[in-house]
C-alpha cells in the first residue's frame, strides 16, 4: 500500500475523478496494482460507472492473480459465551488447523435467543464451516479427524 495524498501519482496514472457532486471533491478511482522493481505488472481497474463500482480492485482479485490455482477458505463462524471451556477448545482447534474464524460472542454479538434461531441449538461452542453446521467442539473435533 502506497499514500499519495495530494493525488499526484493517481493524476499521472489518469485515475482522478471529481466527486464534488457527492461532497467529497477529487478522489481516486478504485484500483489496484502490482507493482514489482518499479515496474506495472497488472492493474485492476475499476469499470466507469455510474456510482462506486467495486468489482475488480479488491483484494480477493489479486489475490487469484498471484495465486490462480490457491482456493480461498471456507468462511468459518464460531458462537461462544465467555469462559466457556469448549468454546476455547473449539477456538485452539480451530487455531492449530491455522483456520481463521468469526466469533460470535453471546451477551456480546448475539443472544441466546438467535443462537436458537440460527442454530437450532441452545448450548455453545456452535461452529459452522462454508455454511454447513458442524456442531460442538466434540463435532469439530471429529470433522478435523475425518474430513
Known amino acids: 500500500m502506497l499514500p499519495d495524498g495530494n493525488g499526484d501519482f493517481t493524476e499521472q496514472m489518469g485515475l482522478v475523478f471529481d466527486a464534488k457532486a457527492l461532497g467529497f471533491g477529487k478522489r ?7 507493482v514489482r522493481d518499479g515496474v506495472i505488472e497488472k492493474q485492476f481497474i475499476e469499470p466507469e460507472e455510474v456510482g462506486d463500482p467495486f468489482k475488480v480492485s479488491d483484494a480477493d482479485t489479486m489475490l487469484h492473480y498471484l495465486a490462480p490455482e490457491a482456493k480461498p477458505q471456507a468462511s468459518v463462524s464460531l458462537f461462544t459465551k465467555p469462559g466457556c471451556p469448549f468454546c476455547a477448545k473449539a477456538k ?23 443462537l436458537r434461531a440460527i442454530t437450532g441449538a441452545t448450548s455453545v461452542p456452535q461452529v459452522y464451516i462454508g455454511g454447513q453446521h458442524i456442531g460442538g467442539s466434540d463435532d469439530l473435533e471429529n470433522w478435523f479427524a475425518h474430513p
Do not use: C, K, N
Open 28 to 34: 481516486s478511482w478504485r484500483y489496484s496494482m502490482l
Open 92 to 114: 485452539q482447534m480451530l487455531h492449530d488447523h491455522h483456520m481463521a474464524f468469526e466469533e460470535i460472542v453471546l451477551g456480546s454479538d448475539a443472544t441466546p435467543t438467535s
